[in-house]
Nanobody, 123 residues
């Protein structure tokens, strides 16, 4: 099974940008639909974005559409989340997830998860 490791989180001012990475080891990411979810303190885990196995289709939550971009490099076994125009409400732990199925916006449909990376946006 793939081991997913997120990186790239940190503290940024509102309006700034961050790029998250999710690297897989132990398996080839090209077999999986990949997604990013996030969880703020005291809140449920929310869908952020997803990308099909070949990168041909991408999906976004309404709250991130137009500001975030998900991409993947199957040769590098890595998925990215470029986050622009960040807002304080984007503050959360961001998780990378892999699914052997087709796109889903529900966490229950994903088979493997990373440990998460903290993103904090100051106002």
């Amino acid at each position: 099974q793939p081991q997913l490791v997120e990186s790239g989180g940190g503290l940024v001012q509102a309006g700034g940008s961050l790029r998250l990475s999710c690297e897989a080891s132990g398996h080839f990411l090209s077999s999986y639909t990949m997604a990013w979810f996030r969880q703020a303190p005291g809140k449920e885990r929310d869908f952020v974005a997803a990308i099909s196995w070949d990168g041909g289709n991408t999906y976004y939550a309404d709250s991130t559409k137009g500001r975030f971009t998900i991409s993947r490099d199957n040769g590098e076994n890595t998925v990215y989340l470029q986050m622009n125009s960040l807002k304080p409400e984007d503050t959360a732990v961001y998780y990378c997830a892999a699914s052997r199925g087709l796109y889903s916006g529900y966490g229950r449909d994903y088979d493997y998860w990373g440990q998460g990376t903290q993103v904090t946006v100051s106002s």
